[in-house]
Antibody, heavy 120, light 105 residues
């Protein structure tokens, strides 16, 4: 079955750019039936949708983060990536990647999540 | 931009009781696009319900979803010990509600 795994630095300095990659295994990221999504969760808080990308490169971002977010896809590596610029302590969170079904828009499966801390 | 408001913020119940969780949208949402998730500490969210009322694979039938338009409900008919968790609604792969914590009374 399809599995997703986040990877990237666990510590980022304030004002720098957070970069994460999600590797998809057990299925093709080029399937037209899915979007590929990033979601985050600050410690002790709720889930926040960051954005998602279609294999063609079309992107949809949370308006509250849009000015700082870039999501890209590399179909040759079966990966998609997140870049979040000008980070502050408020960007400290567990970052999840997930597959989103095109027909119903639900996220399944999810990666295990990776904690990114913003601190000097 | 649609806003999803979940209530109550915390629900204190005993095992065996019925839980009713609400998700209200600021504007009409297609029922096809409303999903519910369960999250336990240290774990990724788990899909429970999609299309407002369809149970995901492997989800017990004590979980049910209903609603349309701007008002949606997740019902747990009889709480089992493993059901105490935080529940989130989501609209089409994007914005989430703030969550409802179901805690043991």
């Amino acid at each position: 079955q399809v599995q997703l795994q986040e990877s990237g630095p666990g510590l980022v300095k304030p004002s720098q750019t957070l970069s994460l990659t999600c590797t998809v295994s057990g299925g093709s990221i080029s399937s037209g039936d899915y979007y590929w999504s990033w979601i985050r969760q600050p410690p002790g808080k709720g889930l926040e949708w960051i954005g998602y990308i279609y294999y063609s490169g079309s992107t949809y971002y949370n308006p509250s983060l849009k000015s700082r977010v870039t999501i890209s896809v590399d179909t040759s590596k079966n990966q998609f990536s997140l870049k979040l610029s000008s980070v502050t302590a408020a960007d400290t969170a567990v970052y999840y990647c997930a597959r989103v079904g095109y027909s119903y828009g639900y996220a399944l499966p999810w990666g295990q999540g990776t904690l990114v801390t913003v601190s000097s | 931009e649609i806003v999803l408001t979940q209530s109550p913020g915390t629900l204190s119940l005993s095992p065996g009781e019925r839980a009713t969780l609400s998700c209200r949208a600021s504007q009409s949402v297609s029922s096809s696009y409303l999903a519910w998730y369960q999250q336990k500490p240290g774990q990724a969210p788990r899909l429970l319900i999609y299309g407002a009322s369809s149970r995901a694979t492997g989800i017990p039938d004590r979980f049910s979803g209903s609603g349309s338009g701007t008002d949606f409900t997740l019902t747990i008919s009889r709480l089992e010990p493993e059901d105490f968790a935080v529940y989130y609604c989501q609209q089409y792969g994007s914005l989430f509600g703030g969550g409802t914590k179901v805690e043991i009374k």
